[in-house]
């Protein structure tokens, strides 16, 4: 009996693992989409959103079913709670590389972010990516010491997000308010992706430790003069 | 043992509504200061987003300790898992009712808003504030009409958000880059308020009916062109 509890959790485990691919995959496209204006590629991630959802919910249930069955306390009733808050991160990431394949839709045929700004963007696209693939070794191995590094990762993605600021500040800006409003959104969707991939990264390190995050490594403040943007 | 078992349960509930309570306070609050320039409201609001925290991390410290010792099933299993879940929503909402503070502040002494946006927000914050204060009586009576009613005026928002769009797209749109990114940061910051709330409602649809609040009614799609926005 604890056998097959025991293969549970560690099937819960793997449904995170195969959510943080899913949502690492779709950044990546989505990015591509916006970048090219690849309308096809952007309906694929549009249209994948519903695997992941559909895998947060297979997920969940399985993890209630689990809290009823076999009632765990201790660390393994941690796990299972924390892996209920590590999915809604997963399926929060999905959405948001969902809003960036709908702005690529929105806006094709015309490419939706100007020239100029292109390395940016790539660059946040690339991080958001490796962040996540980095949470899901994160869930895989339980190595604290990556855990943390993704909250250094994450000052990369402020800092382009800062960039992204400067270029939309700057008088000599001329691809008008549209775009203007677009670039906006995009920095706030990697942005918010990044602070999924690290919060998943930090719950494990709060269930390797028992310790918040926070607590072992002080958070850096943002750099961008808007918060939470 | 029982009796105290659901005393429990129901001061979990008054933690939520508490929660409710003072994150309708905080974007009401938020509103005023970022329409008035008033940096010490907007610093009140600032400061009490740790109240909020605080809540939340008692309130899922309680329903871990309630999951470990008395071990609920059924009923009683959905409503604490929905609880840690509401509780989420509850505290991303003081951290977006906290975004609009910051942004009064990084504005001060000049307003964020110009004004001829200054009606529009005004009806976004105070939207928001009534979405979040039906929230806490959908909570306390678990009324599914009222529930429902909720993605009702969710509507509202999303028409608020594109009469937003469509100042900022307007050609005679004369308030410079800066303050667009800012209104487009403070749309979406009111549209994903409304979202939690919303979210808070339709959980306790879900506890109420078994039923997600979405096999009910269909949700209606957004209005406005930008995703998520």
Redesign the interface.
């Known amino acids: 009996m604890r056998d097959a509890y025991h293969e549970e959790l560690d099937s819960i485990s793997e449904g995170l693992v195969d959510m943080a691919r899913l949502v690492g995959s779709a950044i990546g496209r989505a990015t591509t989409a916006i970048l090219d204006a690849d309308l096809k590629l952007a309906e694929t991630v549009i249209e994948g959103d519903k695997k992941v959802d559909d895998l947060q919910h297979d997920l969940e249930a399985r993890a ?1 079913a689990l ?2 069955r076999q ?1 765990p ?2 660390t393994d ?2 796990i299972v ?1 924390t892996s ?2 590590m999915s ?1 991160d997963l399926e929060r990431s999905g ?2 590389a ?2 960036v394949a ?2 690529a839709r ?1 806006r094709f045929p015309e490419r939706a972010v100007p020239q100029d700004l292109h390395a940016t963007i790539l660059e946040m696209g690339q991080l958001a990516q490796r962040l996540m693939a980095k949470a899901a070794e994160v869930i895989i191995t339980k190595d604290v010491d990556l855990a943390l590094q993704l909250e250094q990762d994450d000052d990369e993605m402020d800092l382009l997000h800062r960039t992204l ?1 400067q270029h ?2 700057d008088d000599r ?1 001329k691809h008008g ?2 775009t ?3 670039v ?2 995009l920095g ?2 990697y942005e918010r992706y990044a602070d999924h991939a690290v919060a998943v990264a930090k719950r494990v390190v709060y269930l390797v430790t028992g310790e918040h995050a926070d607590e072992l490594q002080p958070e850096i403040p943002s750099v961008t ?5």
């Open positions: 209630i809290l009823a009632q306390v201790a009733l941690r709670v209920l808050r809604a959405d948001l969902q809003h709908k702005l929105l600021f939309l500040m800006w308010i549209e203007a409003v677009d906006t959104l706030r969707y003069g808007v918060e939470g943007a």
